[in-house]
């Protein structure tokens, strides 16, 4: 049972942050929109992160240098890319949106060539071509989406990607100051929630908390409790059987984003859309990287695990 406790982890983590694309299709359901959702999912996620830091006996103060890092990932791994996503969620179906966000190991190959962080493999340049394939079989048959308009929002989502695949590779190159994952993500999330609560206000998109509560409003306050506990459970697997275990987490959160949204949101997709999974899928598989003297053990340092495994993301 010892041994298995970490699959049966992997899938709930999986389950947990595939929830996340429905609950913010619910949260912009009734006029809510990007940067109002973000100050709450950051300020909810800033809270619980920094309680679990607490738990585990470690402090919350940063050093001066530690800026620089905290504002990197709280706007490439929150701010902007949440920008995209929520906006995206607007108009595209929550489980389009999860099997883009599979996306992020396609951004992520060529990025790590330019930053130095990888080397070229003809095993992963096919896997990119698969991945673009699949935004190709999305975008390009008329029948593939449910209304032909959404294909010029597919673009729009993609940009979380991008970011996510930037964030993983600066992380990986220039490492995390010697800070604890969980400890940074709640350094990030608090100073990104102070980034958005102006912005929030400027924009008149500020989310009054006072009750009633609506629908859109528990699926911030879940999605934001969500996320947190998941990346706590990722660090987790990651400390207990390794990254190259952890990693294949991302192919759980596509598919459990999809069965999620059929569940609960009624939604239904196209052969097309079904193809483009399987492509990405499989792109994912062949993108992937294969870190060498990497052995899955109880040993395995969480840093490292954090900046290494799979798309690298420390994403608030």
Wanted: aromatic share 10%.
């Amino acid at each position: 049972m010892r041994r298995a406790w970490p699959f049966f982890a992997l899938i709930a983590v999986g389950a947990l942050w595939g929830a996340g694309q429905p609950f913010a299709k619910t949260a912009v359901s009734e006029g809510y929109r990007h940067v109002g959702i973000l100050f709450w999912q950051l300020a909810l996620g800033a809270l619980l992160l920094g309680a679990v830091t607490l738990a585990r006996g470690q402090s919350l103060r940063f050093a001066r240098g530690d800026l620089p890092l905290l504002l990197f990932v709280a706007l490439a791994g929150t701010v902007l890319p949440g920008i995209s996503s929520y906006t995206a969620a607007v108009h595209l179906p929550s489980g389009l949106i999860s099997i883009l966000l599979s996306a992020v190991p396609m951004f992520a190959f060529p990025m790590a060539l330019l930053f130095g962080n990888d080397r070229f493999s003809w095993r992963r340049l096919i896997g990119l071509a698969l991945g673009l394939g699949a935004v190709l079989l999305l975008v390009l048959p008329q029948a593939s989406l449910p209304e032909p308009g959404m294909a010029r929002w597919v673009p729009v989502a993609l940009i979380s990607s991008l970011f996510y695949a930037l964030e993983g590779n600066v992380v990986g190159r220039w490492g995390m100051r010697g800070l604890d994952p969980v400890k940074l993500l709640a350094g990030a999330s608090a100073l990104g929630a102070g980034i958005a609560l102006p912005l929030a206000l400027i924009t008149g998109q500020f989310i009054d908390p006072r009750p009633p509560w609506g629908a859109p409003d528990l699926a911030i306050l879940a999605g934001s409790a969500l996320h947190a506990l998941a990346y706590a459970g990722y660090v987790a697997v990651v400390a207990a059987a390794g990254a190259v275990f952890a990693v294949q987490v991302a192919y759980l959160v596509t598919l459990f984003g999809l069965c999620w949204a059929m569940l609960f949101l009624g939604e239904s997709y196209t052969g097309a859309i079904w193809g483009a999974l399987l492509m990405m899928l499989a792109g994912m598989a062949l993108v992937q990287p294969r870190p060498r003297g990497f052995l899955v053990s109880a040993g395995t340092d969480v840093k490292n695990g954090a900046e290494r495994a799979g798309t690298g993301n420390i994403s608030a």
